[in-house]
């Protein structure tokens, strides 16, 4: 039986329609710099718990609702903007003793696998590379939004759709060439917002 030539037409359209279909169901967001904060904390010599945190970063984030471990986000900091609330102490931080941020501007974070751990919680994997040394570091995440924004519909600012998201993750600050002693793991927390468009 010989196949009408405008059926086969359609047929391959369908066809050919089929792989776009499925990679428009990945979005992606693009981090909101006013509800992103990179924390960090640590051990000072055993006498008390120290923190400071990050506040210049921008990332994207391409999400796969349906599978998990088809999403990657790529994150920038700016190792500069490093603040722990005393001067003396962030200037120090930046200096070549630590992160020497004249000559290593970036701190970056680049995903390399995700793994869904339960209904809202992921294992990102990914490297990241602090003071141009790059290391495997995996993210223990929770997703604590998505969809439209509960302040939409008041602000135009918070139209469209949003993601937000929570992570932790411990790091060895040597393995990074970061300090000529050790203080114990480093404790890096992260509360982040996602929005579709930059």
Known sequence: MKIPANLRLVALLAATALPASQAIAAETYYTDQGHTEIRFGWSHAGVSMQSGE?????????????????STVNVTI??????????????????????????YPKITFVSTAVKKTGENT???????????????????????????????????????????????????????????????PISISIVSEFKDRE
């Open 54 to 70: 990050f506040t210049k970063a921008n990332g994207k984030l391409v999400l796969d609702p349906d599978d998990a471990s088809k």
């Open 78 to 103: 700016d190792s500069a903007s490093l603040s722990t609330g005393f001067g003396p102490l962030d200037k120090h931080l930046k200096s070549k003793d630590f992160l020497e941020v004249e000559t």
């Open 122 to 184: 992921a294992d990102v994997t990914g490297d990241l590379t602090i003071h141009g040394v790059t290391k495997p570091v995996t993210l223990k995440t929770t997703m604590t939004h998505r969809g439209d924004h509960p302040l939409g519909s008041a602000i135009e600012y918070y139209k469209g759709k949003w993601v937000a998201f929570s992570a932790m993750t411990e790091i060895d600050h040597q393995a990074f060439k970061v300090g000529g002693f050790s203080t114990g």
